[in-house]
Nanobody, 121 residues
């Protein structure tokens, strides 16, 4: 069983930076791909970024490319999302996900409970 716990979400102003963390536990987590998704009020959950099990491959949604950076620590038990130049449209609940597939789709096996990011203008 894999458990994911997100943290770091809070209220910030436009242009600010914020780093989200996702602490993962479970004996297979180091080999799993991990990803960040977000859901804004009234919208469907969407892909933000993903990192492969090795940590060497990453992929970003066009809307965050150049502003957000996904990474995972050397033990591969914690994933991060560094968010710079935040915009009001980045306001959403951010979810961490993990699974054997490195994908931009929502075909991840495990999901966290989410952390709220609010960007004021």
């Amino acid at each position: 069983q894999v458990q994911l716990v997100e943290s770091g979400g809070r209220l910030v102003q436009a242009g600010d930076s914020l780093r989200l963390s996702c602490a993962a536990s479970g004996r297979t987590i180091s080999s799993y791909a991990m990803g960040w998704f977000r859901q804004a009020p009234g919208k469907e959950r969407e892909f933000v970024a993903a990192v492969s099990g090795s940590g060497y491959r990453t992929y970003y949604a066009d809307s965050v490319k150049g502003r957000f950076t996904i990474s995972r620590d050397s033990a591969k038990t914690t994933m991060y999302l560094q968010m710079n130049s935040l915009k009001p449209e980045d306001t959403a609940i951010y979810y961490c996900a993990a699974g054997p597939l490195f994908t931009t789709s929502q075909q991840y096996l495990y999901w966290g409970q989410g952390t709220q990011v609010t960007v004021s203008s």
